[in-house]
């Protein structure tokens, strides 16, 4: 890869850190950074107007440019501040019944296993977290393990399109076509997709996607989206209920009245997708995108050869996007998190997984082999002191 120079300097990014954990939050190029900062300085030279005037057409334009990157009706998505956010909306208004079963992996975000195992707890149903063996060797394999998990009980299935501590890109688009096949509501996180592999949400077979702006599009903090297929939108009750509900002056969309307004909050955030959108194709953002996957791809097997581990999948496209994660063998992955910034100023998340631990690098268009490198060189040395690594 040729690393992209004239970009590193559009990052705010600390230069004396080499990191490689844009996958966890993202980070924000200075001119979408910039346009933030404009629309926080209008919302507090007159907030009235910025809130109780011109937010809806605001909110509006915004959502009408997210529509179009991931081509679907503008009024079938809602901003939200993330994709937990997104998640609680719909499994608390599921409707779920004694017996009930979300089928999903054992691969899945942390947070969201949560939001389930609480859900299905209250309403006696069941959250079903199949097993999927890793390391992965097709789609076919994936596919086949994730329906044995499948009973006449379920209702909905709940998937990431690409997974968090894993890092792996799931055959989603497969997986819903054959939920559907079968009935099911299809429920899909997407939140490290967008800005980061392709999403045309008319094509994909998902009732209900969420997607973070804020990772991969490189939008300021607190920047999501729920999307819920028009037939499908009425079962969702809004997670606070505000304004909008039972509205004195109903827009066209109960969706839209129901999750968007909810009383005062900073909407700066959300009206910066067109500035990251007008980024990326300004940039040339498909072969930023390109290049950093062949840099991720060209070092996985070399980093799992120094760890002495396998590589999770097959090293392609198909199950690969901009990061990776290698299974590595210590007891204490908190420490070595910190021990690698501490001590050798790399950012890098180091991750649990039921019993297996991931470390997870992340390469975006500021990084470059050196930075790779430095990580290689930091757990060699960490590997020969027999610090904190097997």
Known sequence: MTPHKDLRSQFLLDPSITYLNFGSFGACPKPVFTDYQNWQLLLEKEPVQFIAVNNIANLKTSREALASYVNCNADDLVYVTNPSYAINIVAKSLALEEGDEILSTNIEYGALDRTWNYYCKK??????????TLPVTS?????????KGYTKKTKAIFISHITSSTALRLPVEEICEMAKEKGLLTIVDGAHVPGHISLDLSTLKADIYTGACHKWMMTPKGCSFLYVKKEYQ?????????????????????????????GTRDFSAFLTVPKAIE???DNNWQQVAADCRELVKRNYPVFCNLLGATPLCPVTDDFLGQMCSIPARTQTPEQLQRYLFENYKIEIPVMRQDEHVFLRY???????????????AALEEIMKERRLLQ
């Open 234 to 262: 009425h079962l969702f009750d809004p997670l606070v209920i505000s304004w909008g509900y039972d509205s004195a002056a109903p827009s066209h969309s109960q969706f839209l009245d129901y999750h968007q307004m909810q």
């Open 123 to 132: 309403s006696n149903a069941r959250y079903i977290r199949q097993p999927i």
């Open 139 to 147: 789609k076919e394999a994936i596919i086949e393990q994730f329906w």
């Open 362 to 376: 992340s390469v975006n268009a500021f990084n470059t082999q050196e930075d790779l490198d430095k990580l290689y």
């Open 279 to 281: 980024f990326m194709q």
